[in-house]
């Protein structure tokens, strides 16, 4: 046979093993194999297949990565950077001159895109330069563009599979978390409405879970207690935290305890359980049915406004400390009173309400509140008016943490 004849029988040699490898990887990401096994499957096929003496690459996944090396030496590894050394490169390179050293040890650079956006590069080098002929990589380097392709756009799409599963299971853990922190906030139907007080509340988390509180606890059958609460920061943590809280709460909310002395205890359980690295701003109140008497703390808490109807009196009831959790110990803890000698409306909230982002940037107030409740109008309708006025229900884009409220009417 002569020379042609035997290139010829070559070339159909060499076409028939690239189709059956590129064959055999795609039965390979069909049945499903790891990460690891698809690279352990490229890395033979170039290494001892192909001939290809050196392999790096780094691939994207929240930062990059190297995935495989394979002939290179460590010192070689930590040389390359891939921002500065190889995001520049959109198309196949020849690498041979490079200003880095440690990238003329390869011969070239192979881009990977997914929707125009680099997700990968492929470094390869021959590690017997001098040998007589054509170079491997220079001999299959499409066919090692065309097989990396596959192999790199297979492994993303076991990270985005991953990353869906994991979403999916994180979604119903929130899930699961929205419902049990809705079992902390009192129905509507548990809440005091009698010929004394009157309780209409309020309930919008921002994300699936919030840092937001508020509870009623009936003392005895004169006295009953109450709170409104915020944790500082969103999601998880707080929500985690914010149940605790309220098992420490309702623990300790009992006649024989001052508000003081609760405040107290309450900083003490949250230090331990926050470590310093969140707080949580509180007002609570107990109001005795006989006395007519409303004593409070307003913990770091946005001060409620108490308005007096017949004398169209607003008060902010500001008296207190610091927050839960700010401080190793309390410095100073001043309970404050109101009687209730006419008919009267306390509101209470927390800071998503007031705190929005207008035109110029985060705002705060309290002025459409204070219009929505210097009127002789029941408190449930005043909520219900600043509800609409916020755009709350209708997903104000304005909002940017959990709302809620705890409106008291007060019958003299």
Known sequence: MDIAGKASINRLKLSTFKLNTLLTITKAINANLSTEELLQ????????????????????????????????????????DVEQDLLEHKEISFVTASPNPSLRV????????NNNIPVAFVLIGDIEEEKEGVSPTIKHLHFIQTLSNIIIVAIENIRLYNDSLEQEA???????????QSMLIPER???PHNDKIFVSTFYHPHLEVGGDYYDFIQLNENEVGFCIADVSGKGISAALLMSNFQANLRALFTTEL???????????????SAKGEKFITIFMGRYNYTTKELTYINAGHNP?????????????????????????????????TVTIDQRSKLFCYTDGLVELIGDEGVSFGTEQIEECLTNERE??????????????LEGSTAIFDDISIIGIEYYS
């Open 41 to 80: 499957r490229y890395e033979k096929i170039l290494r001892h297949d192909l001939n290809i003496g050196k392999i790096l690459i780094f691939k994207y996944d929240k930062g990059w990565n190297l995935i495989l090396s394979s002939g290179c030496s460590q010192q070689i590894i930590k040389q390359i």
């Open 170 to 180: 994180l979604k119903k853990e929130l899930e699961l978390a929205s419902k049990m």
């Open 106 to 113: 390869f011969d070239n650079i192979i881009p990977v895109f």
């Open 258 to 272: 001052s508000l003081s002395d609760m405040a107290v205890k309450l900083n003490e359980r949250v230090m331990a």
């Open 379 to 392: 408190i449930d309708h005043n909520i219900n008016t600043i509800i609409q006025k916020q755009k709350i």
């Open 304 to 336: 409620p406004l108490f308005y007096k109807v017949d004398d169209q009196e607003m008060l902010f009831l500001r008296d207190g400390c610091v927050g839960m959790g700010m401080l190793n110990e309390i410095p100073t803890i001043k309970e404050g």
């Open 189 to 191: 139907d548990t809440l």
